[in-house]
T-cell receptor, first 109, second 117 residues
Framework: QKEVEQDPGPLSVPEGAIVSLNCTYS??????FMWYRQYSRKGPELLMY????GNKEDGRFTAQVDKSSKYISLFIRDSQPSDSATYLC?????????FGTGTRLLVSP | NAGVTQTPKFRILKIGQSMTLQCAQD?????MYWYRQDPGMGLKLIYY???????DKGEVPNGYNVSRSTTEDFPLRLELAAPSQTSVYFC????????????????FGQGTRLTVV
């Protein structure tokens, strides 16, 4: 069983839609939960991170963590074509940073 | 501020050849990582380092070697290239404070696209 599971997509939505991206994990030691965005042929860039359970909002983006279910989500409101990218969840415990496979998101005008 | 710099950007190797992928960061980060990214497979950790002189294996270390003689540099060595090592390689760095387990952002380089033929 992989430590972090993420649907690879692609996920296609029209502009303005609400997008929900999700990951599940198996290692209860994970403490920090992150979302990275990766544009084509670029390195990943940190979008948001949260510590432990709860919600965190940043503009159109909301990160949600449910440690009891080992489930994290990223919501994108009013999605834009510029949001088209691969979104990778990541989580760490101490020195180990583990990534999901990434979900490719396509937002059409 | 350059961040994390990887060289080369592209490389084609023949089976059995050797090469070193270079990675340098100018942010004084103590942690550095090497990942490989295959289509649909996410990022897999090859090796990581928590400081100069200290390295440790990640998930997929076979066929690779690393060294960390300085804080800034973390080269990845492929000794006998194989087609299975065709991938995009990313180097990353981050800063961690052991006392508080504070997580800070991992910064990635632009990647090295390696093809082994």
């Amino acid at each position: 069983q992989k430590e972090v599971e993420q649907d690879p997509g692609p996920l296609s939505v029209p502009e303005g839609a609400i997008v929900s991206l999700n990951c599940t994990y198996s290692n209860s030691a994970f403490q920090y939960f992150m979302w990275y965005r990766q544009y084509s042929r670029k390195g990943p860039e940190l979008l948001m991170y949260t510590y432990s359970s709860g919600n965190k909002e940043d503009g159109r983006f909301t990160a949600q963590v449910d440690k009891s279910s080992k489930y994290i989500s990223l919501f994108i409101r009013d999605s834009q074509p510029s949001d088209s990218a691969t979104y990778l969840c990541a989580m760490n415990a101490f020195q180990k940073l583990v990534f999901g496979t990434g979900t490719r998101l396509l937002v059409s005008p | 501020n350059a961040g994390v710099t990887q060289t080369p950007k592209f490389r084609i190797l023949k089976i059995g050849q050797s090469m070193t992928l270079q990675c340098a960061q100018d942010m004084n980060h103590n942690y550095m990582y090497w990942y490989r990214q295959d289509p649909g497979m996410g990022l897999k950790l090859i090796y990581y380092s928590v400081g100069a002189g200290i390295t440790d294996k990640g998930e997929v270390p076979n066929g690779y070697n690393v060294s960390r003689s300085t804080t800034e540099d973390f080269p990845l060595r492929l000794e006998l290239a194989a087609p299975s090592q065709t991938s995009v390689y990313f180097c990353a760095s981050s800063s961690h404070r052991r006392q508080r387990l504070v997580n800070t952002e991992a910064f990635f380089g632009q990647g090295t696209r390696l093809t082994v033929v």
